[in-house]
Nanobody
Framework: QVQLVESGGGLVQAGGSLRLSCAAS????????MGWYRQAPGKQRELVAT???????NYADSVKGRFTISRDNAKNTVYLQMDSLKPEDTAVYYC??????????WGQGTQVTVSS
């Protein structure tokens, strides 16, 4: 059973920074894509950023230039460095992984709150 353990959420003032981490364990197959999604109250879950095992990244337009995704393949861990945070970044952030057979898994979510 694949487990994703997230950490690093919290409360920060606008303009501040946070770093999220997500460690994956229990995968029998190689993990291709790791990423972060978020869901604000009353809104649908949306993509924040993804990174492939080869290092190719993809970002939502709303976070480009402010957020940086990275991963440590040896540790099956993905990171999200969030800088210049805005109140509209407030959401529950979910880690997501997709293995080489396109099976996806989700973390339990971590709350990020940005105060104005």
């Amino acid at each position: 059973q694949v487990q994703l353990v997230e950490s690093g959420g919290g409360l920060v003032q606008a303009g501040g920074s946070l770093r999220l981490s997500c460690a994956a364990s229990g995968s029998r197959f190689g993990i291709d894509v790791m990423g972060w999604y978020r869901q604000a109250p009353g809104k649908q879950r949306e993509l924040v950023a993804t990174v492939t095992s080869g290092g190719r990244t993809n970002y939502a337009d709303s976070v480009k230039g402010r957020f940086t995704i990275s991963r440590d393949n040896a540790k099956n861990t993905v990171y999200l460095q969030m800088d210049s945070l805005k109140p509209e970044d407030t959401a529950v952030y979910y880690c997501n992984t997709e293995n080489i057979f396109s099976q996806t898994y989700w973390g339990q979510g971590t709350q990020v709150t940005v105060s104005s």
